[in-house]
């Protein structure tokens, strides 16, 4: 998920420095070839390109100094220079670009204060004819640039609201995202622990009623019985729980099949077993979406737990293909491999593999026989 909105106004005020780094300069060039300028007014205009470099540069320092006199002083500054450069240079873009800047940083009350003083002294200027103004008299001196340098400033507070509206929607926007991807993620815990741990839990407790009766009636044999499958259930338990612990610790963020090698060494860790996993996809991206990726390794797990604990193989082999739409992995042991058609009351191993595939939209398929091996194969909707 995307952070929080950057800062839009700070950006776009960055944008407006430019055209007031390339204004003097390009005045001093203008000045030079139809004019003959004062050298004093060059260095104040190669001075005034150099600042705004350092506005540039050094922009954090500068949103600090958010004070009208900074307001004041720079476009005071601008005006002077203007008039001494002329309004036919691009000085009257260093003022526009000025009231832009000020609207974007200042209140809005100083801003227009400003732009009107910048409007007045502007016509103030063509009254006097001061500088360089090759076209005095024509509609663009007299109307269009001071309309621009009027505008600019309002146009610059308009601007800063409109952005910091669209950041307070786009951070509001991106809250409710995260809240719905945390409730999201709550929803698939309370779903995992139902799932593999609930169910479970409840037979050990009726288990427990069975044992107490029978210890009540002094039959020991249904009582040993009844002890030993509490004791294999909390064994499965454990293990669920390990899983589901698993589950909520991966992020998403490791391949998948990097997350498969890390499902399986935790799955056989400490016994003598070798797991090898072959990548048959075309493309490392083809995969199941995040909720079938959590039911692959799940899936994983649970698979292998089965092997550790019933089928005495040496290997293991996990594949993973993907093509059509569709992602599968197949767990295959070479071990003692049992009678499928056999049912297994009280065991929900595979019957919790299976409806774990089949609420992600795909299957499983168990395949075995006694003395040939076991192979699970999960088949998933995917991409790539
Ligand atoms: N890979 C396997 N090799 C041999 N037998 C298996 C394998 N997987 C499952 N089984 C058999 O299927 C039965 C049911 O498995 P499962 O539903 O996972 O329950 P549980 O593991 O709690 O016994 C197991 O008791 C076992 O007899
Ligand atoms: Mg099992």
């Known amino acids: ?27 001093v060039v203008a000045l030079r070839t139809n004019h003959d300028p004062a050298v004093a007014l060059i260095l104040v205009l190669l001075i005034m390109m150099a600042l705004n470099y350092l506005a540039l540069r050094y922009w954090t320092l500068l949103k600090r100094a958010r004070r009208p006199l900074v307001l004041v002083l720079d476009q005071g500054v601008a005006l002077i220079a203007l008039g001494l450069a002329g309004l036919g240079t691009p000085m009257v873009l260093y003022v526009v670009a000025g009231g832009v800047l000020a609207g974007l940083i200042h209140r809005a009350r100083p801003v227009l204060a400003v732009s009107l003083a910048g409007a007045l002294t502007y016509g103030v200027l063509l009254v006097f004819q001061a500088g360089y103004v090759p076209g005095g008299s024509d509609f663009h001196t007299t109307i269009t640039l001071p309309a621009l340098v009027l505008a600019a400033g309002p146009a610059g507070v308009a601007l800063r609201r409109l952005l910091n509206e669209q950041e307070r929607t786009a951070s509001q926007l991106w809250k409710l995202r995260r809240t719905a991807a945390v409730r999201e993620e709550r929803l698939r815990v309370a779903r995992e622990l139902h799932d593999s741990l609930t169910k479970d839990l409840h037979g050990v407790w ?64 400490g016994h003598p077993l070798s ?32 092997v550790v604990k019933h089928a005495q193989a040496h290997l293991v082999t996990l594949t993973l293909a993907a093509s059509g739409g569709e992602v599968v992995l197949q767990i295959t042991d070479d071990g003692r491999g049992f009678d499928v058609s056999a049912g297994h009351p009280g065991h929900f191993g595979l019957l919790g593999m299976t409806e774990r595939a089949n609420r992600s939209g795909g299957g499983l398929q168990v395949t075995s026989s006694p003395g040939m091996g076991t192979t699970v194969r999960l088949v998933l909707p995917g991409h790539g």
């Open 1 to 27: 998920m995307n952070g929080p909105p950057p800062d839009a106004v700070g950006r776009l005020a960055q944008y407006v420095l430019i055209p007031r780094i390339a204004a003097p300069g390009l005045s």
């Open 206 to 269: 009726l288990l427990s009623q069975t044992l107490r009766s029978s210890l009540e009636r002094g039959d020991l044999r249904s009582a040993r019985e009844a002890a030993g499958v509490i004791g294999e259930t909390a064994e499965g338990l454990a293990g669920q729980s390990r899983v589901v612990i698993q589950g909520l610790r991966e992020n998403g963020s490791s391949s998948l099949v990097q997350a498969l090698q890390e499902r399986a060494g935790v799955a056989i860790a």
């Open 275 to 306: 797991v090898e996993v072959h990548d048959e996809r075309k493309s490392p991206r083809a995969g199941p979406d995040a909720a079938g990726r959590s039911t692959m390794l799940a899936v994983t797990s649970e698979a292998l737990h089965n």
